[in-house]
T-cell receptor
Framework: SAVISQKPSRDICQRGTSLTIQCQVD?????MFWYRQQPGQSLTLIAT?????????ESGFVIDKFPISRPNLTFSTLTVSNMSPEDSSIYLCSVSGTVTRLTDTQYFGPGTRLTVL | GENVEQHPSTLSVQEGDSAVIKCTYSDSASNYFPWYKQELGKRPQLIID?????GEKKDQRIAVTLNKTAKHFSLHITETQPEDSAVYFCAASNSGYSTLTFGKGTMLLVSP
């Protein structure tokens, strides 16, 4: 499977600021996703990052709060904007599929642990 | 949209016992069902998955069964070991959309 990295691995931020999280894959992938995992909770899909077009957001998540970019098949960013303590979570990217093999099996990056004070 | 229910929320077993975690899903169009293991502070790791054209799949000590009619699927771990201790998540997907809906997770504790 692909090697997935995320930056930063963790950060502590002040409320009202924004943080951009990067997800890098070592091979071209078809699909990239962003999830949130609040402390002790399950994974909730924020959006599907679409290459060359606007991300597809799940109910309860909006582009103004979580802008997403995907400039190519190996890289995506998620920005958490105007942060509040309620945004403290682990943010994970996941990927599925390659240019030669379509699959819905998802593999996760190591996550970014965000604490908002 | 899809809704996935997972039970139990916590499960404690003795080393060597079997463990069973059950999930139900609501969308009859779902056709892909992965299971992830997440150790503390780590990323979710895919341990096994099953597609709707198969009723059972086994990989060493781990097996998954699927009942499409009842819309439920289960994870079976035999001969449990302390290193099996983790949170396990089930998920469901309609391949046409590629997105996964996760259950709330089961914390499995295997005592030596």
């Amino acid at each position: 499977s692909a090697v997935i990295s995320q930056k930063p691995s963790r950060d502590i931020c002040q409320r009202g600021t924004s943080l951009t999280i990067q997800c890098q894959v070592d091979s071209q992938v078809t699909m990239m996703f962003w999830y949130r995992q609040q402390p002790g909770q399950s994974l909730t899909l924020i959006a599907t990052a679409n290459q060359g077009s606007e991300a597809t957001y799940e109910s309860g998540f909006v582009i103004d709060k979580f802008p997403i970019s995907r400039p190519n098949l190996t890289f995506s960013t998620l920005t958490v904007s105007n942060m509040s303590p309620e945004d403290s979570s682990i943010y994970l990217c996941s990927v599925s599929g390659t240019v030669t093999r379509l699959t819905d099996t998802q593999y996760f990056g190591p996550g970014t642990r965000l604490t908002v004070l | 949209g899809e809704n996935v229910e997972q039970h139990p929320s916590t499960l404690s077993v003795q080393e060597g016992d079997s463990a069973v975690i059950k999930c139900t899903y609501s969308d009859s169009a779902s056709n892909y069902f992965p299971w992830y293991k997440q150790e503390l502070g780590k990323r979710p790791q895919l341990i096994i998955d099953i597609r709707s054209n198969v009723g059972e799949k086994k990989d060493q000590r781990i097996a998954v069964t699927l009942n499409k009619t009842a819309k439920h699927f289960s994870l079976h771990i035999t001969e449990t070991q302390p290193e099996d201790s983790a949170v396990y998540f089930c998920a469901a997907s309609n391949s046409g959309y590629s997105t996964l809906t996760f259950g709330k997770g089961t914390m499995l504790l295997v005592s030596p």
